[in-house]
């Protein structure tokens, strides 16, 4: 009995210190996107920057075996929504690698498109897979790549994107590591769309300014030739 005793005692505290941890990353999550939340509504979006800390973000979250993830990086869909291009990735040296391995970026044309990531983006959902070498999707951007876990960017009806990470052990995401890459997801939504907007307004007062200068060009000939 007394052993018994000593066995559940362990097993509470350790259920107990497993809570705990997932409640302080969960925390954190939360704090970093309330940080980017007051940074996108309070100044100009650097975007590529912004992308970047999230991927960091993604990143730093760990699996059932208390290590980082090899890495993570982040797709955005083109304006015609053939292809996903990487965007920005952590650590910061596999960017390269990344585009050097799929420099056109993720073919999202036809019922099968390319790679977990496109297919996380066609179906609009997260693909937590265990074992990607039992995937025939997976692209072969780093071999020792077990487990990946891929995480739309949704706006309303527009998919703009996906955040993807990717690990050495298998199995090594669970459903904690998704709801925490789906915030992130949010965060990521709202700073995409926010500088497109921003892009938007530029290019309309741009169109503004050249009209009015037209219309001042021609007042003025209009003047000089009456006179």
Request: proline share 4%.
């Amino acid at each position: 009995i007394f052993v018994k005793t000593v066995i559940t005692i362990l097993e509470i505290s350790a259920t107990y210190r497993m809570t705990k941890s997932r409640l302080e990353r969960h925390a954190a999550s939360l704090g970093f996107l309330y940080g980017a939340g007051k940074k996108i509504t309070s100044e100009v979006v650097d975007l590529p920057g912004l992308l970047n800390k999230i991927a960091k973000r993604a990143w730093s979250l760990t699996g059932e075996t208390g290590k980082f993830a090899s890495f993570a990086d982040i797709f955005l869909v083109d304006p015609d929504a053939e292809r996903a291009r990487f965007a920005a990735a952590y650590p910061r040296k596999e960017g390269p690698q990344i585009s050097r391995k799929i420099p056109e970026g993720i073919s999202l044309k036809g019922p099968d498109p390319a790679g977990i990531v496109g297919r996380a983006i066609r179906d609009r959902a997260y693909q937590l897979i265990g074992d990607v070498t039992k995937d025939s999707a997976y692209l072969h951007t780093h071999q020792k790549t077990r487990s990946e876990l891929a995480v739309p960017i949704v706006f309303g009806s527009d998919v703009l994107g996906a955040i993807n990470v990717e690990h050495t052990s298998e199995d090594a995401f669970t459903l904690d590591d998704v709801q925490d890459l789906e915030l992130l997801a949010i965060q990521a939504a709202i700073a995409i769309r926010s500088a497109e907007d921003l892009e938007d307004l530029e290019k309309h007062n741009r169109y503004l300014q050249v009209i009015n200068e037209t219309s001042r060009v021609i007042s003025r000939g209009g003047i000089e030739n009456k006179q």
